[in-house]
C-alpha cells in the first residue's frame, strides 16, 4: 500500500498538468485567379488543399521544400501571388519563379 501512494500521487500531479499542443505551421496559398479555384477539396503531394475564394489552406502533405510545393500548387491550381509551405513564407523573388 506504501508504494501505492507516490504512484497515485505523481499520477494526479501530472493529471493538473496542462498539455501543450503545438499549432500546426500555416500553409496557404492565395491565387492569382480565384476562377481557378477547385469546388472541392482536392489532394496534392498529400496535403488536403481546401479553397474560399482565392484563398486556399491545406492540412498535412509530404514534407519538402516550400519552392517544390509551390510549384506542385501552381501546377495544378495556377499562378499564387502568396505561398507559404508549413510556415515558411516565400519572398517575391521565389514566387517569380514558382509561377514561371
Not at 503545438?22 to 477547385?38: F, H, I, M, Y
Amino acid at each position: 500500500m506504501r508504494a501505492l501512494i507516490p504512484v497515485l500521487t505523481l499520477c494526479a500531479a501530472l493529471a493538473s498538468v496542462p498539455a501543450v499542443a503545438q499549432a500546426p505551421a500555416a500553409t496557404r496559398a492565395v491565387l492569382a485567379d480565384a476562377a481557378r479555384a477547385p469546388a472541392r477539396p482536392t489532394i496534392i503531394d498529400g496535403a488536403n488543399w481546401r479553397c474560399e475564394g482565392a484563398t486556399c489552406t491545406a492540412s498535412g502533405g509530404n514534407s519538402q521544400p516550400a519552392p517544390r510545393a509551390c510549384r506542385r500548387v501552381v501546377a495544378r491550381l495556377g499562378a499564387v501571388s502568396e505561398f507559404s509551405w508549413k510556415g515558411v513564407a516565400l519572398t517575391a523573388e521565389e514566387l517569380a519563379v514558382c509561377n514561371a
